[in-house]
C-alpha cells in the first residue's frame, strides 16, 4: 500500500479521521523530527501525518529540522508528502480564503537551513526546475474544487526566511518579481522531498494581503488564525478528496530523480555516508546498480 504525508503547517496540529491510528517516533541521522508522526488509514489510504511546527507550535520556520521531517516520512515508506500552509496573497485574485496549488518556488531565505541530504563524500544535483510534483499538484487541485474550494491551479510562491513579516518595500518587490503567494518554509520541504525522491505537492490556504494592499490591514498572526480556523475543515476535506487519488499510480519521474544527478565516483562515496543516506541511496549503491 503506498504511503501518503502530510505535513500540516500553521493551524493544522492533528488530522482526525484516522482509523488505526499510531504514534511512531523516528529519529534519523540528521536529528529528531517536528514531532512523533503520527500513522493511520484515511478511506483506504495509509496516511503519515506531522505537525512541521510541532505540536503547539515550537519550531520557528528557520528552526524546523526540515531534513529530519522529510527523512522521517522517507523512513516510514512516504512515497507522497501534501504540504499544508498558510500564505499570504501578493494578487488581488488571490483573496483570503482561497486555495493556491503553486508550481514554482522563488528563494528568499538566507542559507540559515540545512536544505540537502548531500555533503559528507557524496555530491548530487536534483533537477528543480519544475520544483513540485505536477502529477500530486493537478490532484491536489481537482480535490480542492471537489471540496468546494476557489482554488488557483499554479502559482509563484516566495520563500521568505522570517518569522518577522515582510516590509512594505520588500512585499512591493515581491509582486514585481511575479510571486503571488509568500510563505516561510514549503522550498526548503520541497528541495528535500526531491533529494529524496518524494513527490511533493502544496495546498496553500491564502489568510491575508501580507502589507502591499492599501485597502486591506497588514498582515497579523491574529489575522491569519483566524482565516485558518475558518478553512481547517476545508483543508481536511481536500485532503480526504486528494488521498485516493494521491495514492493512484503515478506517471511522474520523482522517484527516480537521483538516477541522473549523483555525480561522485560512487567507488569514492564512503560507507558511513551511505549508510547514514540509506533509505535515501542505497539502491544506488547497491551491487550490480
Ligand atoms: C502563522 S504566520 C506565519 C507562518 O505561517 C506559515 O506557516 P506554514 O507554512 O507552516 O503554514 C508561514 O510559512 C509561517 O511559518
Ligand atoms: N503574509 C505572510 N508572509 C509570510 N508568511 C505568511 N503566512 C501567512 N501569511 C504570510
Same mark, same amino acid.
Given at each position: ?12 496540529? $492533528? ?8 504514534? @511512531? ?22 496516511? @503519515?501525518?506531522?505537525?512541521? &511546527? ?15 521531517? /522529510? ?6 515508506? @512516504? ?8 500564505? %499570504?496573497?501578493?494578487? $488581488?485574485?488571490?483573496?483570503? %480564503? ?8 522563488? +528563494? ?6 540545512? *536544505?540537502?541530504?548531500?555533503? *559528507? %563524500? ?7 526546475? +519544475? ?12 480535490? !480542492? ?5 476557489? =482554488?488557483?491551479?499554479?502559482? =509563484?510562491?516566495? #520563500? ?19 510571486? +503571488? ?13 526531491? $533529494?529524496?525522491?518524494? #513527490?511533493?505537492?502544496? /495546498? ?5 494581503? *501580507?502589507?502591499?494592499? *492599501?485597502? &486591506?490591514? +497588514?498582515?497579523?498572526? $491574529? ?9 481547517? =475543515?476545508?483543508?481536511?476535506? /481536500?485532503?480526504?478528496?486528494? !488521498? ?46
Amino acid at each position: 500500500m503506498i504511503s501518503i504525508g502530510v505535513i500540516g503547517g500553521s493551524g493544522l496540529y $492533528e488530522m482526525e479521521g484516522l482509523e488505526q491510528v499510531e504514534e @511512531v517516533a523516528v529519529s534519523t541521522p540528521f536529528g529528531d523530527p517536528s514531532d512523533p508522526y503520527i500513522t493511520g488509514v484515511l478511506d483506504g489510504v495509509r496516511l @503519515v501525518f506531522l505537525p512541521r &511546527h510541532g505540536r503547539g507550535h515550537r519550531y520557528l520556520p528557520s528552526e524546523v529540522n526540515y531534513r529530519a521531517n /522529510i527523512f522521517g516520512m522517507k523512513t516510514l515508506g @512516504v512515497e507522497r508528502i501534501i504540504s499544508v500552509s498558510a500564505v %499570504g496573497s501578493l494578487k $488581488e485574485a488571490i483573496a483570503p %480564503g482561497h486555495i493556491v496549488i503553486p508550481d514554482q518556488f522563488i +528563494d528568499r531565505t538566507k542559507g540559515i537551513r540545512k *536544505d540537502t541530504f548531500f555533503g *559528507d %563524500g557524496i555530491v548530487a544535483h536534483v533537477m528543480f526546475a +519544475d520544483p513540485v510534483c505536477g502529477c500530486l499538484s493537478e490532484t491536489l487541485y481537482q480535490a !480542492a474544487q471537489t471540496a468546494g474550494a476557489v =482554488t488557483h491551479r499554479g502559482g =509563484t510562491y516566495i #520563500c521568505m526566511e522570517g518569522p518577522a513579516f515582510s516590509t512594505r518595500a520588500e512585499s512591493f518587490m515581491y509582486r514585481q518579481l511575479g510571486g +503571488d503567494i509568500i510563505g516561510m518554509t514549503n522550498l526548503t520541504e520541497a528541495k528535500l522531498a526531491r $533529494e529524496a525522491e518524494i #513527490c511533493y505537492g502544496t /495546498i496553500a490556504l491564502s489568510t491575508d494581503y *501580507d502589507c502591499w494592499h *492599501d485597502a &486591506h490591514d +497588514d498582515v497579523t498572526v $491574529e489575522a491569519i488564525l483566524e482565516i485558518i480556523h475558518k478553512n481547517v =475543515t476545508m483543508a481536511k476535506n /481536500i485532503i480526504r478528496h486528494a !488521498a485516493a487519488p494521491a495514492a493512484a499510480k503515478r506517471g511522474c519521474c520523482c522517484a527516480a530523480t537521483l538516477q541522473n544527478a549523483i555525480i561522485s565516483d560512487r567507488a569514492r562515496v564512503p560507507a558511513e555516508t551511505v549508510a547514514k543516506l540509506g533509505p535515501i541511496v542505497s539502491k544506488y549503491f547497491a551491487q550490480g546498480a
